[in-house]
């Protein structure tokens, strides 16, 4: 096992002047060992964090609060996603020159490339059953699908390398895979099944960043809509056919960093309607929205936990984005970081 160091924990997230774009750079505080057990508990924090120019992967186990270094290798590591079943670790990793896609165990044991060397990777999916991974292929002026079968190694295309399209999320069952093109004939977002020879689409257009709803019955999505000049970046739902498509958000402004429950009951974002970047949760039929954080600074990035009880989100709070947690409906709110240095994302 690769050695430990010790620095805190904290995130930032990277913005666009008026909001247009919310996304995640964490930064780390504060490190010790921790073991134990044949895989992680479901609150683990996974993270990327650049010390002293490295830039690596750390675990931070739930019960002890102890972090842990998982990578120390001459390169990025970056983008760590646990398997469903909590026992792998999934990685990109820069350490052979093109990013590729790496597995570790949960104690970041038995590192090993899955993906063919040479290969670039953009971004990738688990599969819910942990035995495959849907990956996001650069091929020179395009983006391809494939699906990468862990056990055998096999790796089986799943979109044409004549368009770019962005990977969007598994279906609960592991049947479908949904993805966004965005450069081709038709863009707009399609499921295709990796075990078949169907694919389906459900919608046209400027559509991105699809997600499954939990009980595999919605998708949701960003659309972008207003003319030239006047856009905005709206969160909707439609059901998995999209035959009925609702735009829970019809504002002037981005819904962005969208999560949904665990229960499908509603679906989390960080929206500026208020002035500044806050967080919202909505029904899926767009009837209810409340507001759950309200101030004068950005917050960011939220999470729901496994079950639906609590949010992990970031607060610029003082001046500086530090990690904090509240209740599902915005109470019991808790600062669980301190200022430090700069650092990346995380996954749990």
Known sequence: MESSSKFPIRWIPAFAVGGSRLGLILLVVGLAACGGGSKAAKGD??????????????????????????????????????????????????????????????????KRQVSEPGTEINDFRWAPDSKGIGMEIANGKFTWLAVLDIESGVVEPLTSRTESVRIGDWSPDGEWLLYAVVDG??????????????????????????RWSPDGRRIAFNRVTGTDGNTST???VTDRDGNQITNVAPDDYDETSFDWAPDSKHIMFVSEASGNA????????????????????IDAAPRWNSNGSSILFLSEGDGSFDIYTMNKNGEQQKRMTSITDVILEADW
């Open 45 to 110: 924090v996974v993270f990327t964090a650049i010390s002293s120019g490295n830039t690596d992967i750390y675990r931070v186990d739930d019960e002890s609060g102890a972090p842990l270094r998982l990578t120390n290798a001459v390169g990025e590591d970056f983008a760590p996603a646990w398997s469903p079943k909590k026992d792998m670790i999934a990685f990109l990793s820069s350490r052979n020159g093109t990013p590729a896609l790496w597995l570790m165990d949960w104690n970041g044991e038995s």
């Open 234 to 236: 709206d969160l909707v």
């Open 185 to 210: 004939e038709t863009t707009g977002i399609r499921r295709r099944n990796p075990n078949g020879v169907d694919e389906i689409t459900i919608t046209t257009g400027p559509d991105t960043n699809p």
């Open 278 to 297: 806050e967080i919202y949760i909505v029904t899926p039929d767009g009837k209810d929205t409340q507001q759950l954080t309200s101030n004068r600074v």
